[in-house]
């Protein structure tokens, strides 16, 4: 049994410390429990609690993971535990839905990527465009999944999955605690696996293809005849491409180009009320138009990269993508006959329904059935330009595709798995709604408290800066951006003698390896000397959380933390030396601190401050009864309705883990906490700056020295 610390009676606050106790694990087996022995008098002070620095020779540094609610890369916690007293994993070549449509794989996701996530509605969940805030690496057992529809999926046990019970881990663990996994039948949530095509097709069939969908299907094309006085003919050539979508035109003119066409680009048309921007090509010259006539010309058959690229000329000239429906309008035969017949060819099941069937001209539109997995393939399949239509957000998470689990087999081998944190908290992995889970119950994994053990008992990780040096060296390290601060603040107490956050930052400076920082404490201005010469290029930023602006609660709620004063400065002290800052307001605790929402980032702006996030409160695992103790502690009379607001935000529990909703809440008062923040970060200019993530082409491996051992 681990040695605890044995000061804290349940309800006790003690001074200087956040949680009131030390609360068992759920690892433990063994329960405490307080026992008057006779030596303890009334009248004696009880002993300071002390923190207790173990130093420990870890293993590895680059955890590669962290919690999915601040942004960050790959993560490096200097300490384990954290003395301020506040409060998982898949295969590398698994393909992760992009913004735009396309699939990239798991290992080759960088910070700062669109990508889709889900947000929880109401009774229903809808898919939404979302940001890569953190990417990292480990190495674990691991399972592979495979569903009905074939699709397949190797995570760690650890891993979860959303399925139509809620999210479930891939495995139980070993051990006592149970807790949610996946069997046999479980369905999981999203549209399975897309096959895509074998090669990329965007060769000289493919853009002629595309050149005459797009221009028969949008263009003027014509030869206007006539005489002319004192000429032998008056013929006048013209070629002319006005669109509002400037993706497509660009890649016509590209094209256009690739095959000796030259065009001018002009404004056709103004944006005005009621009417979009339209910029246009043209050419006038007899050669040109004479040549464009031969590229659009119809094949024999609508067959292989043609059909592929005229699917995607005409989809981005008369097609249409909204309500979940794939749609493409013509009013001639023949352009409706090529349409079905290339869709065809790529297996596509079409139908054709006609409006106004007896109008002289009626409209035809080819449409695509099979739900959203086909309307996937669809876009990968054809590569249409123009992005606004391969758009799937607000879409509602259903399909007709068999997504049960059919099996769950371990691997023998310890695999290199992925994950990443993002703006929504899940991510669409092979077609599968999946997401990764955070600090002080951390702890109970070393057979210790999340109460004050989290705070007293920390672990220090010196040999943190040779392990970083070693693990940047190696040959197959790809550089992608570090936070500091993922799970334990890297700028708590015992770092002011310690200082292993400052020899990482200078092997992170040797390398020009890009990181970012969040703390709460303004022992980060010590190390401005390291941090602004590497924001100059484009290499650090670093994040404040501020929780309230009244001194009294900050003693309370992070009594070891820098005040609230001394973190503004601390924002505003950064910004001067030329460090991109944000803040973060974060924990939002309701009825007690969420009354400071505007005013931190009022006074965070004035600071200098240019990016804001926020998270409500999150009670995991052992969090929520410490909380508890707390408020009973200091705010008896306010308990009560604290804890019923809480259980308003989320759905009438302590916590509710789901992603998409564990960092906002659900319900009125989470949506008006949404709402305040939103307004207020609009007023002030927050979060305007789309530069995305840090640059990571400047990393060079650090200087070779002699070799470390492990252990």
């Given at each position: 049994m681990a040695l605890k610390t044995t000061r804290g009676d349940r309800g006790a606050p003690t001074k200087g410390?956040?949680?009131?106790?030390?609360?068992?694990?759920?690892?433990?087996?063994?329960?405490?429990?307080?026992?008057?022995?006779?030596?303890?008098?009334?009248?004696?002070?009880?002993?300071?609690?002390?923190?207790?620095?173990?130093?420990?020779?870890?293993?590895?540094?680059?955890?590669?993971?962290?919690?999915?609610?601040?942004?960050?890369?790959?993560?490096?916690?200097?300490?384990?535990?954290?003395?301020?007293?506040?409060?998982?994993?898949?295969?590398?070549?698994?393909?992760?839905?992009?913004?735009d449509g396309a699939v990239k794989p798991l290992a080759?996701?960088?910070?700062?990527?669109?990508?889709?996530?889900?947000?929880?509605?109401?009774?229903?969940?809808?898919?939404?465009?979302?940001?890569?805030?953190a990417h990292w690496q480990t190495r674990k057992a691991a399972y592979r999944l495979r569903l009905a529809d074939g699709t397949e999926l190797i995570a760690s046990a650890d891993h979860r999955f959303l399925t139509e019970r809620g999210w479930k881990f891939v495995a139980q663990r070993g051990g006592r605690e149970q807790r949610p996994h996946l069997t046999l039948n479980n369905a999981l949530m999203g549209f399975g696996a897309v096959s895509s095509p074998p090669r990329r097709f965007d060769n000289r069939d493919y853009r002629r293809g595309y050149l005459c969908g797009l221009i028969r299907g949008d263009g003027h094309l014509g030869v206007y005849r006539y005489r002319r006085a004192g000429r032998a003919n008056g013929d006048r050539y013209r070629f002319r491409l006005a669109m509002t979508d400037v993706d497509a035109l660009e890649r016509a003119g590209r094209y256009l180009r690739?095959?000796?066409?030259?065009?001018?680009?002009?404004?056709?048309?103004?944006?005005?009320?009621?009417?979009?921007?339209?910029?246009a090509i043209r050419t006038s010259a007899r050669g040109s138009i004479e040549a464009i006539e031969r590229l659009i010309e119809w094949p024999e058959r609508y067959e292989g990269d043609w059909a592929r690229g005229f699917v995607g000329g005409i989809f981005d000239a008369e097609g249409s993508f909204s309500s979940g429906i794939v749609r493409i309008a013509n009013t001639d035969s023949t352009m409706i006959e090529a349409t079905r017949a290339s869709l065809g060819g790529s297996g596509f099941d079409t139908v054709l329904e006609t409006t106004k069937a007896h109008a002289p001209r009626p409209v035809h539109y080819v449409r695509v059935r099979g739900g959203l997995r086909e309307h996937l393939r669809f876009f990968r399949s054809f590569d249409p330009s123009i992005a606004r239509k391969r758009d799937i957000a607000d879409?509602?998470?259903?399909?007709?595709?068999?997504?049960?689990?059919?099996?769950?087999?371990?691997?023998?081998?310890?695999?290199?798995?992925?994950?990443?944190?993002?703006?929504?908290?899940?991510?669409?992995?092979?077609?599968?709604?999946?997401?990764?889970?955070?600090?002080?119950?951390?702890?109970?994994?070393?057979?210790l408290s999340p109460g004050l053990d989290f705070e007293t008992r920390i672990f220090a990780k010196t040999n943190a800066a040779a392990l970083l040096r070693k693990e940047l060296a190696a040959p197959n390290y790809r550089c992608s951006?570090?936070?500091?601060?993922?799970?334990?603040?890297p700028y708590q107490p015992a770092e002011r003698e310690l200082r292993i956050t400052r020899s990482i930052l200078e092997v992170l400076a040797e390398c020009d390896h890009p990181f970012t920082i969040v703390t709460k404490n303004a022992l980060v201005e010590r190390d401005i000397d390291l941090i602004a010469p590497m924001a100059a290029k484009d290499l650090a930023r670093v994040y404040v959380s501020v929780t309230n602006l009244d001194a009294e609660l900050a003693r309370k709620l992070e009594p070891r933390a820098s005040a609230p004063y001394r973190r503004l400065e601390a924002i505003k002290r950064l910004v001067a030396a030329g460090i991109p800052s944000g803040v973060l307001v974060a924990p939002v605790i309701p009825f007690i601190t969420d009354r400071h929402m505007e005013e931190i980032l009022e006074r965070a702006r004035e600071a200098g401050?240019?990016?804001?996030?926020?998270?409500?409160?999150?009670?995991?695992?052992?969090?929520?009864?410490?909380?508890?103790?707390?408020?009973?502690?200091?705010?008896?009379?306010?308990?009560?309705?604290?804890?019923?607001?809480?259980?308003?935000?989320?759905?009438?529990?302590?916590?509710?883990?789901?992603?998409?909703?564990?960092?906002?809440?659900?319900?009125?008062?989470?949506?008006?906490?949404?709402?305040?923040?939103?307004?207020?970060?609009?007023?002030?200019?927050?979060?305007?700056d789309r530069r995305g993530g840090l640059d990571t082409t400047r990393f060079r491996p650090p200087r070779s020295g002699p070799q470390l051992t492990l252990f």
């Open positions: 410390r956040g949680a009131p106790s030390n609360l068992e694990g759920r690892y433990e087996s063994w329960a405490r429990e307080a026992v008057d022995d006779g030596w303890a008098r009334e009248e004696e002070e009880p002993r300071r609690l002390e923190t207790v620095v173990t130093p420990e020779t870890a293993k590895s540094i680059i955890a590669r993971n962290q919690s999915p609610d601040i942004p960050f890369e790959q993560s490096i916690n200097p300490y384990r535990g954290c003395e301020h007293g506040c409060v998982y994993c898949l295969a590398g070549e698994t393909p992760i839905l992009m913004g080759e996701l960088r910070v700062g990527d669109e990508i889709y996530g889900t947000e929880k509605r109401g009774h229903y969940r809808y898919y939404l465009k979302t940001r890569v805030l690739d095959f000796g066409v030259g065009t001018d680009r002009f404004l056709f048309q103004p944006e005005r009320p009621n009417r979009q921007r339209m910029e879409q509602a998470v259903k399909s007709r595709a068999d997504l049960d689990v059919v099996a769950i087999e371990r691997l023998d081998a310890e695999h290199d798995l992925f994950d990443i944190t993002t703006g929504t908290g899940d991510f669409i992995a092979n077609g599968v709604i999946s997401h990764n889970c955070y600090a002080r119950p951390s702890h109970a994994y070393l057979g951006s570090i936070a500091l601060g993922a799970n334990t603040d401050a240019t990016e804001a996030g926020y998270i409500l409160l999150r009670l995991p695992h052992e969090v929520a009864p410490l909380f508890k103790e707390w408020l009973a502690a200091h705010y008896p009379l306010k308990a009560e309705h604290v804890m019923s607001l809480v259980h308003q935000m989320r759905g009438g529990k302590d916590y509710d883990a789901t992603f998409g909703v564990r960092q906002r809440g659900t319900g009125n008062f989470a949506e008006l906490l949404g709402k305040r923040f939103a307004l207020a970060c609009a007023r002030l200019g927050f979060n305007t």
